[in-house]
């Protein structure tokens, strides 16, 4: 019920592709959910996040896709460059808890070619 | 501005010997955070703090132990290394509870147990 389950493990993809990464959740009080980028070397970094409220985000090259009723979200990166290469996380957490606690997926690792 | 930051980056442990990864932030921030990181696990919880005097167990508790006696530092403690504690240990502090403020995290300690 806690879990949130992330796929691919890895990806490659050629610059300019559009690389997307899925994530799924069962815990439906989760209320919050957020995508880390992770360099190597670095700690993981708030990238962008999206509330069950709402279908769609975009920052940038940057998209959230949510769907609720499936209880799963995603991550697109369009027009991917050789610098987005990284480690990709998503995770969930519930307001209610009062704690800001996240439940992180697996990762994905995205290397871009040039 | 510092951030997050945790000393040491790196530590070689034998078996059975203790060690305390240290975390202090600048940001005056209330919520503190352990994690650990393992290829393809993900960030798993180890313990968490919400202020000065208070902390709780998180998904991965054992082996380790919290304190946190100022707002700024919130140190953790290896008792008894153990080689399956070998990993990437990352802190993170939050503003407070309110679940739409972002984690920010240090960048890491790499432990090995050996």
């Known amino acids: 019920q806690q879990q949130v389950k992330q796929s691919p493990q890895s990806l490659i993809v050629q610059k300019g592709g559009i690389p997307i990464i899925n994530c799924a959740y069962e815990?439906?009080?989760?209320?919050?959910f957020p995508w880390y980028q992770q360099f190597p070397g670095k700690g993981p970094a708030l990238l962008i996040a999206i509330r069950p409220d709402v279908s769609e985000k975009k920052e940038g090259r940057f998209t959230i896709s949510f769907n609720k009723s499936a209880k799963q979200f995603s991550l697109h990166i369009m027009d991917s460059q050789p610098g987005d290469s990284a480690t990709y996380f998503c995770a969930a957490s519930m307001r209610s808890s009062n704690t800001g606690k996240l439940i992180f997926g697996q990762g994905t690792t995205l290397q871009v070619k040039p | 501005n510092a951030g997050v930051t945790q000393t040491p980056k790196f530590r070689i442990l034998k078996i059975g010997q203790s060690m305390t990864l240290q975390c202090t932030q600048d940001m005056n921030h209330n919520y503190m955070y352990w994690y650990r990181q393992d290829p393809g696990m993900g960030l798993k919880l180890i313990y968490y703090s919400v202020g000065a005097g208070i902390t709780d167990k998180g998904e991965v508790p054992n082996g380790y132990n919290v304190s946190r006696s100022t707002t700024e530092d919130f140190p953790l403690r290896l008792e008894l290394a153990a080689p399956s504690q070998t990993s990437v240990y990352f802190c993170a502090s939050s503003y407070g509870g309110q679940v739409y403020q972002p984690q920010h995290f240090g960048d890491g300690t790499r432990l090995s147990i050996l």
């Open positions: 815990n439906t009080a989760f209320d919050y």
